[in-house]
């Protein structure tokens, strides 16, 4: 580690080789050693030290160098000095100018040399020594420049004066040339008085600051007459006691500067918008395009008609867009009637994340990919609070790696590049001045509704947005956007063409991602249940490979339904995604009875089943009076029933009535076969027996006669074999 002339050491622990901080002033590396000077005021004498052991102490860390503020008597330039100074100076210099002779560096650190040279110097001069001992430490304390010699003014002035009656501050008051009584002499209590009536105003509790003079005065400097026929029953106290209003005025600017002021007055949110110091700007710390994106929403200023009936008024859109913070290129578009909401939000999400070619041509804007070429994901993301705060949007960081920010409310300086887009997308368009544009200052009495004139549908509307978007990326200037690098290649200061010198020059980091895992980490999540019919999530049962490999209907079937996080597209009914094990994202695709629901929004299903689950009141009606007549019926089937019992002699004995089941059940059931009605050609007819084979009298396929059978069944005992 080398040291130098000038170099500034500090102690770091008590093993350190120096007490105090100091400054080295010459170093002498053939004889090992440093002269170093303590940097406490008054300055002091020199003093010697090993170099090597200076050098060990600071690479073993028990020592360190440090930077020194440079004092504010040195930082003046040679014009701006005066005269005398210059001639003080140089008088001081020319003292000590022949003991640092260049030709001998080092001399006077000799040992026993600086008395010997000062005292001859003196001598010669006919000074004291201490004059020239006092200039040589200045010299080597602040430095060993010339200017050092200089006299520091900077420590000179008094601090707090001390008033008497007798010597008050400023001029004497005066009325019409006559002295009139002085002001008082500030106390400490009075100044604290005064603090507190202006902080009223540095507060925003008065209009002005003679109003909070006025309220300082009644609450410290007054006294209330009590007395019912009182003329004024605040009477203030003598003038000689109370501050006047020019002194409230210069200690309130004392105790609150125009900044806090204005602060206070503003309110924290306004002045931190409107008025706050501006550092740089948003594009300082990004690191190209893609590093940071801005989405904001606005409700556009026109009024829209139905696309299939434009007698039909569907208000005004709301239209979001997201800006690159770098180039200022828009990147991603919504125009729709969602939002301003996450459902919003994350539509124009996905457009900035794809190739908008597909996207122009769904509005009939034919576009080739260098026109927008467009679709990358960011690194960070900066919203409203309202969209990123949704549960959501938690998968752009988790899926997506994307960092998200939040402007808080009433900020929007947050982000300033989506905020000034809406303004120059309002220009282009015109939007005013649209058929069905909202008039931009308040409508007169008997002048017509300007919603009356609404003619565009959401397409037409979107596809003049569009045009409006690639015209202000390809002509938009804005030359304080270039930097150095891009003024060398004559780059066009337009979005267009600061993205495409910052494509060719590889500062776009890839972050792409295949769009359907994009939209899989843009989808909404709700709740869904596993049944023993599949996964059901608004009413549409849902299943997929795993759910079947793993048991999960069996499982709820057996064991009771249970609920999973699902994701799903509102605008397709098809299908909806779970998170397996492994939290990889699986699709469960509509179950084969439910494909009738898969060409629809999954709300409109939901609100469809939902409307067929309601029972009108009419089919109330009509299942209470046909259960009413279900009740009657059963009711005159069992007195029918009974009453044909009675008929029939009782059993004598409880056995007697139970026994005989099987058989009773066996001749029962051949009955019942025999009228049963049975088609032609069913029952087979009889078989004529063989000629040769032995006649065996049986009859058709009927079988032998029910007498026989149940003979043939009462001999029967339980357990024989047939």
């Known amino acids: 580690m080398n040291i130098s002339v000038n170099d500034v050491f500090e102690p770091v622990t008590e093993f350190s080789v120096l007490s105090t901080m100091v400054r080295a002033i010459h170093v002498d590396e053939a004889h090992d050693a440093v002269i170093v000077m303590s940097l406490i005021d008054p300055p002091g004498k020199p003093y010697p030290m ?31 000095l005066d005269e005398t100074a210059k001639r003080d100076r140089d008088e001081k210099w020319a003292v000590i100018a022949p003991l640092l002779d260049p030709a001998y560096p080092g001399q006077i650190f000799v040992h026993g040399e600086m008395g010997r040279l000062v005292g001859n110097r003196a001598a010669e001069l006919g000074i004291q020594r201490k004059t020239i001992y ?16 200089l006299k520091n003014y900077s420590a000179v002035g008094v601090q707090n004066r001390n008033y008497t009656p007798d010597k008050r501050p400023g001029p004497k008051p005066k009325f019409q040339g006559v002295l009139v009584s002085p002001s008082k002499l500030l106390s400490v209590t009075d100044k604290r008085c005064i603090r507190i009536g202006y902080s009223l105003y540095t507060n925003d509790k008065t209009s002005t600051i003679r109003s909070a003079y006025d309220k300082m005065l009644k609450k410290f400097y007054s006294v209330k007459n009590l007395s019912k026929n009182a003329e004024n029953r605040v009477r203030l106290l003598p003038e000689s006691e109370i501050p006047n209003f020019n002194q ?25 918008k409107d008025c706050r110091p501006l550092s740089g700007t948003v594009r300082d710390w990004l690191r190209g395009p893609c590093h940071q994106f801005e989405i904001d929403a606005t409700i556009a200023d026109i009024y829209l008609v139905n696309s299939y009936s434009r007698r039909m008024l569907i208000g005004r859109p709301v ?12 990147v991603g578009l919504y125009v729709g009637l969602e939002g301003p909401s996450w459902n919003g939000a994350r539509q124009a999400l996905f457009n900035a994340f794809t190739s908008k070619v597909d996207f122009c041509a769904q509005y009939d804007v034919e576009i080739t990919p260098e026109e927008w070429n467009c679709h990358h994901l960011p690194h960070n993301i900066y919203a409203d609070r309202g969209e990123m705060l949704s549960l959501a949007s938690e998968g752009l960081a988790t899926g997506l790696g994307i960092e998200m920010g939040t402007a808080p409310p009433y900020r929007p300086d947050w982000k ?26 308040e409508q007169e009495r008997g002048q017509r509704d300007y919603r009356l004139d609404a003619t565009l549908n959401l397409k037409e509307f979107t596809r003049i947005v569009i045009e409006c978007v690639l015209h202000y990326n390809r002509h938009h200037r804005q030359p304080d956007r270039l930097t150095q690098a891009m003024m060398n ?94 939290k990889q994202f699986v699709r469960c695709d509509l179950r084969r009875s439910d494909i009738k629901y898969a060409s629809y929004r999954s709300d409109e ?46 059993p004598r004995t409880k056995a007697e009535a139970v026994a005989n089941i099987r058989e009773n059940r066996a001749e029962e059931r051949i009955l019942g076969r025999e009228n049963a009605t049975v088609p032609d050609g069913v029952r087979a007819e009889p078989v004529q027996p063989v000629a040769d084979a032995p006649a065996i009298a049986h009859d058709s396929y009927a079988g032998p006669r029910s007498a026989e059978v149940i003979d043939l069944l009462k001999r029967r005992r339980p357990g024989q074999a047939q």
């Open 50 to 80: 090993g170099l090597e052991e200076l050098k060990l102490s600071l690479e073993s860390g028990d020592t360190k160098s440090v930077v020194t503020a440079v004092p504010e008597f040195l930082l003046v330039l040679e014009d701006d």
């Open 134 to 149: 006092r200039n040589l430490y200045r010299y080597w304390f602040y430095g060993q420049v010339r200017n050092a010699l």
């Open 248 to 272: 409230f005025d210069y200690w309130g600017k004392q105790f609150f500067d125009e900044v806090e002021t204005d602060r206070g007055r503003k309110g924290l949110t306004k002045w931190l």
């Open 319 to 330: 239209v979001y867009i997201v800006v690159d913070s770098f180039s200022g290129m828009i």
């Open 416 to 441: 300033p590049m989506v905020e000034s887009r809406f303004g120059i997308l309002n220009d282009l368009t015109g939007i005013r001045w649209l058929p069905g544009g909202v008039a931009a200052r």
């Open 489 to 582: 290649d004559g780059v066009e200061p337009t979005p267009m063409g600061i993205w495409t010198w910052a494509s060719e020059n590889d500062l776009i980091q890839a972050n792409n991602r295949p769009d359907e895992l994009i939209y899989l980490h843009l989808l909404p999540r709700e709740r869904a249940t596993v049944q023993k019919g599949g996964v059901i999530f608004r009413g549409m049962h849902y299943v997929c490979e795993m759910a079947i490999n793993d048991n999960w209907f069996a499982k709820a079937r057996r064991n009771g339904v249970w609920s999973i996080d699902c994701r799903f597209d509102p605008n397709s009914a098809a299908h909806i995604w779970i998170q397996g094990e492994n």
């Open 605 to 650: 299903i939901y609100d469809l089943l939902e409307a067929y689950r309601q029972t009108p009141p009419a089919h109330k009606r009509a299942e209470l009076e046909s259960r009413v007549g279900l009740v009657d019926t059963v009711e005159q089937i069992i007195t029918n029933a009974q009453a044909e019992q009675k008929l029939e002699p009782p």
